[in-house]
C-alpha cells in the first residue's frame, strides 16, 4: 500500500536569487513570446529615436541642418509609443498568467493531495495565506510592469551612452552598481519592517478569531479576556509601531532617487571633462543622453521598494507551495466508480498519524476486517481509541502504512483510487455542508427530499429551485440534511461517525431502531461509529477498537459498549444468517441508481 507522502518532509530547497522570476515561468508560452517580441521592437524603435535625436544634435552642434533624423525621429517615436503600450499590457497579462498558473496549482494539490497531509497543513490557512501572497503580487504589479517598460528604455539608452563614451558609460556603470546595492538593500530593510508587521498582524488576527470563536467563554471570564485582549493590543501597538517606521523609511528612500539621479548628470557635467575622462565636444550629446535616462531612471528606483515586495511575497508563495501535499494521482477522465461489488477488506492494515505535539504518533492496526457488501458494520470504542480514523482509512482517505486494502479480493492500488472511493458517502464528525447540492445525474433529488421528510428536517429546507441548501440550521439539524444529501447521492458505501451525537431522544432512538435499516433497505451499506449503548443488534459486524486495535470481532446483545472484553485483533466475518453480495440477490440489493 503507498506510503504518506508530503513535501513537507522534503530538505527545504535553497535560496534562489529570485523567487519572482521562476513563478513568470508559469505563465502562458504564447504570452510570453508575445512579450518578448514586443519587448524587442519597443527597445529597437527607441533605441532609434534616440540615436536621431543624436545624430540631429550632432548636425546642430557641426553647423549642418539635417532633415532625415526629425522623420525618422517621429516614425520611431510612434512605433516606441505603440509597443510601449503593448509591452506594458503583455507584461500585466504575462504576470497574471503566471499568478492564475500558481492558483490552478492550488486548486490541484487541494483536490488531488493526500488527505491526511491536507489536514497536517491546516490546508485551509495556507490556501488563504498563498491568496494573500498572490493579491500582493497582483497589487504590485500595474506599477512593476511601468517600471519593467522603463528599465527597456534605460538599457537601450544606456547601450547607446557606450557608443559615445566608453569611459562615462563604464563609470556610470560601477556608479549604479555601488548605488544600486545600497539602495536595493535600503529597499529590503524597509521591506522586512513589512515582514515583521505582517507576523504581528496574523497574530493580531489569530487573535481577534480567538475572540470571536470563544466570545462566549471570553464574556463569561475576566482572565482570560483580559489575557486575550492585551495579547492582541501589543500587537496592534507593534503593527503601528513598524508601520510607521516603515513609511518614514520609505519616504527618505524617495528622497534620495532625484538627489541620485541629479548626482549623476553633475558627475558627468562636472567631472568628467576636467579629468579628461570625456572631451567638450562631447558632452551635450551625453547630457543628453543622461536626461533621456533620468525618466526612466526614476520610475525605476521608484519601483524597486514595489520589486522588493512582490519577491517577498513571491518567495513566501514558492516555500508554500514547496510545503503543498504530494500529489496522489491523476484524475482520470473516463475512470468510473463500480457500480456494484461484493466486499471490502483489510489485511494487515495500519496507519500512524504524525507525533505531532504528542510524546508519540497515534497508531491503528494491524487490522483485518472484511465487509460484505449490504452489510451494516458498527465501530465502539472510547474516545480516542481510533475509530474515526478507521473510518478515514477504510475509504483510504488515510493511507495505510502497512497493509492492503482490498476491493472485490483485488488490491486498491493508486490507479483505482478515485474509482475506489467513489463508492462512499460519509456524514463525518466534522462534516461540511455544502451550500449546493450536487447538480450532477447522480444526485437524486426526489430521494433527498423524500430524505429529508423521512428526517424531519423538510420543512426548513424548501427547494430553492437553484440547488442553494439552506445551512442555517442547529447542529442537529445539519447533521440530518447531511445525510438526506448523502443518501440522495447513491452510492454504495454510507459512513457515519457519531450521527446521533447531536440528536434528540426521538432520533438516537429512530437511528438504531428505523433509520439503519432504512438505509440497509436502500441497498447501502452502512459502517457507522457510535457511543449509543448496545449497537450489535443492529450490525452484522460489531468492531471495538482500543487504543488502535481491534479488540474483538462481534459483540453481543448482553455485551455492554464499554465492556473491557481485550481479545486479540480478529479478522470480523459478516453475519451468516445475512446474505452476501455475492449471491445474486444482494448484488441486486447493492446496484446504485
Ligand atoms: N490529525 C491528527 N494528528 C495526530 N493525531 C491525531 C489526529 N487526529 C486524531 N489523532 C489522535 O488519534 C487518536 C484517535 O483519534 P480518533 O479521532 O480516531 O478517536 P475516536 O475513537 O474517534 O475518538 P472519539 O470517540 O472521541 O471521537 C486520538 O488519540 C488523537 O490524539
Known sequence: MAKRTSSSNRPPPSRPPSSLLPLIGLADRSILTRLVITGCVAATANLISLMSLSAELSGWMRGE????????????????YAFAKRF????????????????????????????????????????????????????????????????????????????LSTVGA????????????????????TRSLLGNAKESEL??????????????????????????????????????????????????LFSWIATIIIGFSAVFVFIFPRMGAMSVSELPLVTSVILFLARPLSKFLNAVPDYVAAEDAAAQLTALLGTMPALEYEPSRTARAPRRFSSIELRGVSFAYRAGLRPEPFVIGPIDLSIPAG??????????????????????????????????????????????????????QDHHLFTRLPQGPGFDAELFREMLAYLKIDHLVPDTGN????????????????????????????????WTSDQDAEFRTRFTNEIIGKLRALGRTVIFVSHDGDVSS???????????????DRMTNTETIDGSTDMPAATAASRPDMGSASDPAMACLQETA
Open 65 to 80: 541642418v539635417l532633415d532625415t533624423p526629425f522623420l525618422i525621429f517621429c516614425l520611431s517615436l510612434l512605433v516606441s
Open 88 to 163: 506594458v499590457s503583455l507584461t500585466l497579462t504575462t504576470a497574471f498568467s503566471a499568478l492564475a498558473g500558481v492558483r490552478r496549482r492550488f486548486l490541484r494539490h487541494v483536490t488531488l493531495g493526500g488527505h491526511a497531509d491536507i489536514l497536517d497543513l491546516q490546508a485551509k490557512r495556507s490556501f488563504d495565506l498563498g491568496n494573500h501572497h498572490l493579491e500582493r503580487i497582483a497589487a504590485l504589479l500595474p506599477n512593476l510592469s511601468i517600471a519593467a517598460n522603463m528599465m527597456l528604455v534605460a538599457a537601450v539608452a544606456y547601450l547607446y551612452l557606450w557608443t
Open 170 to 189: 563604464t563609470l556610470l556603470l560601477v556608479a549604479a552598481l555601488l548605488v544600486g546595492g545600497w539602495y536595493v538593500r535600503e529597499a529590503q530593510r
Open 203 to 252: 497574530r493580531m488576527l489569530q487573535g481577534f478569531s480567538e475572540l470571536v470563536g470563544g466570545n462566549a467563554e471570553v464574556k463569561l471570564g475576566k482572565a482570560r479576556r483580559d489575557e486575550l485582549t492585551q495579547a492582541v493590543e501589543a500587537d496592534v501597538a507593534r503593527w503601528e509601531e513598524l508601520k510607521r517606521r516603515h513609511g518614514r523609511n520609505l519616504g527618505e
Open 375 to 428: 452489510s451494516v458494520v458498527g465501530i465502539v470504542g472510547s474516545n480516542g481509541s481510533g475509530k474515526s480514523t478507521l473510518l478515514r482509512v477504510i475509504p483510504l482517505l488515510f493511507r495505510p502504512d502497512e497493509g492492503q486494502v482490498l476491493l472485490d479480493g483485488q488490491p486498491v492500488e493508486t490507479d483505482r483510487l478515485e474509482a475506489y472511493r467513489d463508492l462512499f458517502c460519509a456524514v463525518f
Open 467 to 498: 440547488g442553494l441548501l439552506n445551512r442555517d440550521l442547529s447542529k442537529g439539524q445539519r447533521r440530518r440534511v447531511a445525510l438526506a444529501v448523502a443518501v440522495a447521492e447513491g452510492r454504495p458505501v454510507v459512513i457515519l461517525d457519531e
Open 538 to 552: 443492529v450490525c452484522d459486524v460489531t468492531i471495538r477498537m482500543t487504543n488502535g486495535r481491534m479488540t474483538n
